[in-house]
């Protein structure tokens, strides 16, 4: 009896647990066009969840309002249950949301460990003047930063091009590079903008393996990919945007059976008589 009560008395976890990143709601015109309609859901602690849908469908601009690049017009954008508000990109990445772009975007004059040790800017707290004047505690700071930039070089696969000029790595090596540089920043939530983009098969599936363990190391992903494949392969969820609304939200099993999400990406669907 005595343990029944005290189960009763527990309380239910779902009421305080609040998503890491949610979208509530979100919309976004441009002028008369309305790019995105409303659109909700979440990513929570240790999932990798896909964002898909047709050319033109609103994933960037859903994928630029998470990240702070620009302001919805409509709706929120929650961390950890608290609005962001139309936050900066720079604001965004100190509350832990960090995003890469579909272009591959890295310093090309810096070598592969410089790119990474520009990520960890955020986490400087040593004060200029310390910097300035070399002190012991600067210099310890520098050291513990430029070993957690090697281990971010180290979990995309490229350790060994710390000291190579990024402008004179191979495509692939640099889009790795784009993503070690963003999790230098230790996000909390890490936004991926097509990341498989001009990659050979056995590129994406090293991809795949650096997706799949970010969760690991407490990143929690949103992934923007027009390569079904992956995005089979490495997501928990998958929300399908088409002409800026949510379409579909579930496994990867429910969204390719779905026939909404067939008929957005094939025109429709011919069921066998």
């Known amino acids: 009896m005595v343990e029944e009560q005290a189960v009763a008395k527990r309380p239910a976890a779902s009421v305080a647990h609040a998503p890491l990143l949610r979208?509530?709601?979100?919309?976004?015109?441009?002028?008369?066009?309305?790019?995105?309609?409303?659109?909700?859901?979440?990513?929570?602690?240790?999932?990798?969840?896909?964002?898909?849908?047709?050319?033109?469908?609103?994933?960037?601009?859903?994928?630029?309002?998470?990240?702070?690049?620009?302001?919805?017009?409509?709706?929120?954008?929650?961390?950890?249950?608290?609005?962001?508000?139309?936050?900066?990109?720079?604001?965004?990445?100190?509350r832990g949301v960090v995003r890469t772009f579909q272009a591959t975007q890295v310093f090309a004059e810096f070598t592969a460990l410089d790119n990474a040790l520009v990520g960890c800017h955020t986490l400087y707290r040593s004060r200029p003047t310390a910097a300035a004047l070399r002190s012991a505690g600067s210099r310890r700071e520098e050291e513990a930063l430029r070993e957690h930039a090697l281990d971010c070089l180290a979990f995309v696969g490229i350790a060994d091009r710390a000291s190579v000029v990024a402008g004179t790595m191979s495509a692939a090596e640099q889009r790795l590079l784009m993503i070690a540089v963003a999790l230098a920043a230790r996000p909390k939530v890490l936004l991926l903008d097509e990341p498989a983009a001009g990659m050979v098969a056995a590129e994406r599936r090293a991809l795949a393996d650096v997706i799949r363990a970010m969760p690991g190391r407490g990143t929690a992903v949103l992934v923007i990919e027009h390569h079904m494949g992956l995005i089979m392969q490495v997501c928990d969820r998958i929300v399908v945007l088409n002409f800026g609304q949510k379409i579909a939200e579930g496994a990867p099993a429910q969204i390719r059976a779905d026939d909404a999400v067939v008929e957005a990406y094939l025109g429709t669907r011919h069921d066998d008589a």
Do not use: Y
């Open 23 to 94: 979208a509530e709601a979100i919309s976004r015109r441009f002028g008369g066009v309305q790019a995105l309609r409303d659109v909700s859901f979440d990513v929570d602690v240790g999932e990798v969840v896909g964002l898909i849908g047709p050319n033109g469908s609103g994933k960037s601009t859903c994928v630029n309002l998470l990240s702070g690049t620009i302001a919805p017009t409509g709706g929120q954008v929650l961390m950890a249950g608290e609005a962001l508000g139309g936050a900066r990109i720079e604001q965004a990445v100190a």
